[in-house]
Structures are given as structure tokens and as C-alpha cells.
């Protein structure tokens, strides 16, 4: 019997351990992308995705108020830092399987399919470049406590396509190309060069998963004739805690198809 693509994106998500639920990403991506290049694509099907993916025993998820903060000069810090990005790539693979779970009703295009099962392939990939340099380093994924909150995006928009949009890809990850360069700059002046390579990848490729949220935001807006810069505030203010913070990267937020009153009207409180 042929496997369909929610069962595969719920096999990832039930899969606890990183370096496993990556692996397991990675070759479901390979098998959509090949029946695709045969024309003969994998049903979309229906799964049940979990309210919460399955986790690995560590690291020790906290508030994010309790995470211990590092100095970002020293080795620890870096290796701090390291950890933190593994943990947003893990929670990434997971949050673009559940996008293509989560909403069987809704009619989407098959390249809608391809964009996130393409973006969760990458952020498998980058997790395990993060998890390397890691070990390089004489640590590893779990090591360290972990921000307990990343998830909070994905159930607070479990019923809401368009808010999962908004949040995750165009607030969420268009974040990550604010603060990735001066993450690549710490690393460059350490002399990291595996770090700043891996950094550089990241770099790139998101903001291919920031812009594969904005052209879906935007088709979904003009399928039910709104105009989709109101309907971004509003679906941030509802679902998003707390004001955007200033400076933004507004050449690649540009690139990924964001305009500035997307987010500068964001950044005081309603």
C-alpha cells in the first residue's frame, strides 16, 4: 500500500529522537520529490497529526525566562548559541511536517506540498550541520535546557491556516534573517569556520521558508478576496505575544516577499 504524505509528516513528527526524526524527514522528502519528478505523485491522504510531536527525553525544556543566558564571547556561550539553533531547527522540521498535516480541508495546490516538504528537508539539514559542529565541539543536542515555548506558535494556531502562516514563516522565521548575521559575525571573529559555513547555509535557505510562507498567506488572501496586510496584523496581534523588536533585516524580509508595513506597524504595543 502506498504511503501518503500526512502519513509520512505524522512518521516524523511520532518520531522522538533528532537525529532520527531528521533522517526519517529527509528520506520522505526524497520519496515525495521522486514521485514527483515521475509524474506520479504520493496521495496527500489523511492523518492525524499529535497536538505536540514526540521529543527527546533531553534537552530540559524551561521557561524561556529560566534559560540560562551565556556570554555569546565565550566558548560556552558559542556552544549555548549552537544548541539554541539546534533546538529552532528541530522545532522547524516539526512545524513544517505539521503544516502539511494539519489541514486536510483545505484545497491547496500541490506546490504548496512541495514548498514545505522542501523546507523541511532543508531544516533537517541544517539541524544535523548544527548538531556537527556541536560535537566538534565536545557537546551535544540535549546538553544544554532548551527553550520550553517554541511550540506554543503551532497550537495556538492548530485550527487556523492562516494565522499558522503568518506566525510561523513571516514572524517566526523572518526573525531568524534579523539575527543570523550577527550570529555569523560572532562566529567569524572566533575563527569557527565550520560554524559560520553551517550559519551561512541557514542563512540562505530561510529566506526560502520565509517566502514560501508569504506567497501562501497571499494566495490564501486573494482566494477569499482580502487584502492581506490587515489580515497579517490582525492574525499577529491574535496570536503572537508581544510587540516586534527592531532591527530588522529589511533587504532579505524584502526579498522573501515582506514589505515593511507587514512589520514596522508591529513593533508597538495595540
Not at 504548496?112 to 557537546?139: I, P, Q, R, T
Amino acid at each position: 500500500m502506498t504511503v501518503s504524505l500526512r502519513d509520512m509528516a505524522v512518521d516524523v513528527l511520532n518520531t522522538s529522537d533528532g537525529r532520527e526524526k531528521c533522517a526519517r524527514s529527509r528520506h520522505h522528502a526524497q520519496a515525495w520529490f521522486a514521485a514527483r519528478k515521475a509524474d506520479a505523485p504520493l496521495p496527500l491522504g489523511r492523518a492525524e497529526p499529535p497536538l505536540r510531536p514526540a521529543r527527546p527525553d533531553r534537552p530540559e525544556l524551561l521557561d524561556p525566562r529560566d534559560v540560562p543566558r551565556r556570554r555569546p564571547g565565550s566558548p560556552q556561550g558559542r556552544i549555548a548559541i549552537l544548541h539554541a539553533i539546534a533546538h529552532i531547527e528541530l522545532n522547524a522540521v516539526d512545524l513544517h511536517w505539521d503544516l502539511i498535516a494539519r489541514f486536510p480541508d483545505i484545497d491547496m495546490p500541490l506546490g504548496f506540498y512541495d514548498d514545505w516538504v522542501k523546507a523541511a528537508d532543508e531544516e533537517s539539514k541544517h539541524f544535523g550541520l548544527v548538531c556537527d559542529c556541536l560535537e566538534g565541539l565536545g557537546s551535544h543536542y540535549g546538553a544544554l535546557p532548551a527553550h520550553a515555548g517554541m511550540w506554543r506558535a503551532a497550537e495556538d494556531t492548530a485550527n487556523d491556516i492562516l494565522g499558522r502562516l503568518a506566525v510561523v514563516p513571516m514572524v517566526l522565521e523572518a526573525r531568524g534573517l534579523d539575527v543570523t548575521p550577527g550570529m555569523i559575525d560572532i562566529f567569524s571573529r572566533a575563527g569557527m569556520d565550520g560554524a559560520v559555513a553551517a550559519l551561512n547555509v541557514i542563512y540562505a535557505e530561510e529566506v526560502g521558508h520565509v517566502a514560501y510562507g508569504s506567497k501562501w498567506f497571499n494566495f490564501l488572501c486573494g482566494r477569499g478576496g482580502h487584502d492581506p496586510q490587515p489580515v497579517f496584523l490582525d492574525l499577529v496581534r491574535k496570536y503572537f505575544h508581544g510587540p516586534l523588536r527592531p532591527p530588522f533585516n529589511e533587504e532579505k524580509r524584502a526579498q522573501a516577499g515582506i514589505p515593511p508595513d507587514f512589520y514596522w506597524p508591529l513593533t508597538e504595543p495595540v
